[in-house]
């Protein structure tokens, strides 16, 4: 079976490679390409997976290619995995947006708008391109903002595109084992969209345990999302939000505490990852330890200055190991073999949550087998969650709208109708700086 991985030069596609190697069952993945514009990462993320693969029998056979179309011939999956504008453009989204007073975040507010309006556009033609060239392929999409560019390119392949995202797989275990529950007997119930979504409950065995832990202050504070928001506020919602949410619960703390910093997060990274690729230049280094090294100072400092705000302190050792990589082998798993799963995945609505319509990609649990991923139905979302998951739905469809047809005043419209954007004004101004630093962007007319 062959996975073509889009953004092959990527920082985190050794996850990927690694969970392969974890794979011996029959219709595993045997080939793997990658395909970059940039072939020196291309080359030491390829370095990477060569010490990886050293001492596994039979181990994925590995190319690299820059170009787009040989690597999507004959593909049975595509993981895109993209960043248009590289770490530079995610540290100019901060940048332009914090000038302005309001959050960069690369997937929320003004910066996850920005990388979309550049993203989709690139997106779309990917999504073409697989349709015409690999039309029996399941693309998996972890490009952010994940359910924003898996609507898009599901305009092109229907549900034979599905976004995953390692966010609420990560809560869903921390709010397991706080429980002293498994979490692979445990039913989330999740929704909202991409960082945009709630646990409401965590049912075993039929009963739902998540009450028991909204009414132990102690239990509620000794995991990363009660340290980050609060034993009060989880009680107040009578939920556990999504780590993002965070961005606008406490909006003018974070935005504060980004200000503040010395560097960025976009910098940190392209600073960080533009070390390890030079030091990937050095033929007598060894790859792999200079990618666990870079891995675990990555994952350490993720969202540090939420933490930072909320007087979290460090991260658990537990959270450090990511998983999105693991949701992709067991979505590929699940179709490739009909080994039916549940996953919380993005994909289109088709009626699960009554308030969106049917096209609109969400971020639910879904019931995964050969035939790809079906949403579960949900229970309606609170009002205070309606209001923001539809405002937030809006303004992905503005964007997509100005991605389709190129107009700077829809490009407005979007920012200016977030709820983290709070002026047209600042929405102007915010279309202006972005278009003089993003190239990509020069087709908003």
């Known amino acids: ?33 990658l395909h970059d514009l940039d072939d020196s990462r291309l080359y030491a993320v390829a370095r990477v ?22 690597a999507l011939r004959g593909a049975d999956f595509v993981f895109s995995a993209i960043r248009v504008g590289g770490l530079e453009g995610r540290a100019n989204d901060e940048r332009v947006a914090l000038a302005e007073g309001v959050l960069g975040q690369e997937t929320v507010g003004a910066g996850g708008i920005a990388y979309g309006l550049r993203t989709v556009p690139v997106a ?33 392949l229907g549900d034979r595109v599905i976004g995953i995202c390692d966010s609420p797989v990560g809560l869903g275990r921390r709010i397991a084992k706080v429980l002293g529950a498994n979490p692979r007997e445990a039913f989330i119930d999740y929704v909202g969209l991409n960082h945009l979504g709630w646990v409401r409950g965590l049912r075993v065995a039929g009963r739902d345990e998540l009450p028991r832990l909204l009414a132990d202050p102690d239990l509620l504070g000794s995991f990363e999302e009660g340290k980050l928001f609060g034993t009060d506020w989880l009680q107040s919602l009578g939920a556990i939000p999504n780590e993002y949410l965070h961005y606008y619960y406490f909006n003018r703390e974070t935005v504060r505490a980004y ?6 997060r976009g910098a940190f990274l392209r600073d960080q990852q533009a070390r390890f690729y030079d030091e990937m230049k050095r033929p007598d280094a060894s790859a792999l330890t200079a990618w666990d090294r870079t891995r675990a100072e990555r994952e350490a400092t993720y969202m540090s200055e939420n933490r930072e705000t909320a007087g979290a302190g460090e991260r658990d050792a537990d959270d450090l190991s990511g998983g ?10 699940a179709i490739a073999r009909d080994e039916r799963t549940t996953l919380i995945l993005n994909v ?12 609109a990609v969400i971020e639910v649990p879904c019931l995964v087998d050969a035939n790809g ?19 937030v739905k809006g ?19 979007a920012f200016a109708l977030h709820p983290l954007v709070d002026s047209v004004n600042v929405a102007r101004r915010l279309v202006e700086g972005y278009t003089e630093v993003h190239p990509g962007l020069a087709y908003l007319k």
């Open 124 to 156: 779309v033609d990917i999504a073409q391109r697989v349709a015409r060239l690999a039309p029996d392929a399941w693309v998996i999409n972890f490009t952010n903002p994940a359910g924003l560019v898996t609507e898009a390119m599901s305009r092109h």
């Open 324 to 333: 999105y990589e693991k949701v992709a082998l067991a979505l590929m798993r």
């Open 395 to 413: 303004v992905e469809r503005e964007i997509l709208t100005a991605a389709e047809n190129g107009s700077r005043a829809t490009a407005v419209k």
């Open 348 to 359: 289109r609505n088709h009626g699960a949550l009554s308030v969106l319509d049917a096209d």
């Open 1 to 33: 079976m062959k996975l073509t991985i889009l953004g092959g030069g990527g920082f985190r596609v050794p996850l990927v490679y690694g969970a392969l190697l974890t794979d011996r069952g029959e219709g595993r993945v045997t080939e793997v390409v």
């Open 259 to 264: 200000r503040e910093v010395e560097k960025t």
């Open 49 to 70: 997976l060569a010490e990886q693969a050293a001492t596994v029998p039979d181990a994925p056979e590995v190319t690299a290619t820059t170009d787009l179309d040989e």
């Open 373 to 391: 991923a079906h949403p579960v139905a949900v229970d309606p979302l609170p009002d205070h969650a309606t209001g923001l998951v539809c405002a």
